[in-house]
């Protein structure tokens, strides 16, 4: 079955950076684009970033303003995203989802995601 573990989430101070990871199993990786996205209590659900399946295409919320950088490495079966200049607004649960096959869109749906690494952002 398709399973996504992330790791990596911590509590950080303003300023900060941290590197996350999503490993992938269950599926053919490379076939599907993946997406990063994050949800803080009583906030909705923000789309961070997607990556197209071969990890050449990349995408961001507005929000990111360049600070977060998605990657993928298909060898291992592996979705990153580093985040720096973290802001006490960064803080949220963040979860990689694989993409719906064939999608590839900051709005695009998933049906498949992880149990999310815990990001937070205090002095």
């Known amino acids: 079955q398709v399973q996504l573990v992330e790791s990596g989430g911590g509590l950080v101070q303003p300023g900060g950076s941290l590197r996350l990871s999503c490993e992938a199993s269950?599926?053919?990786?490379?076939?599907?684009?993946m997406s990063w996205f994050r949800q803080a209590p009583g906030k909705g659900r923000e789309t961070v970033a997607v990556?197209?399946?071969?990890?050449?295409?990349?995408k961001y919320g507005d929000f990111v303003e360049g600070r977060f950088t998605i990657s993928r490495d298909n060898a291992k079966n592996t979705v990153y995203l580093q985040l720096s200049s973290l802001k006490p607004e960064d803080t949220a649960m963040y979860h990689c989802?694989?993409?719906?096959?064939?999608?590839?869109?900051?709005?695009?749906?998933?049906?498949?995601r992880g149990q999310g690494t815990q990001v937070t952002v205090s002095s």
């Open positions: 990556i197209d399946s071969g990890g050449i295409n990349t």
């Open positions: 269950g599926f053919i990786f490379e076939n599907y684009a």
């Open positions: 989802a694989r993409l719906n096959f064939g999608t590839y869109g900051l709005a695009s749906p998933y049906e498949h």
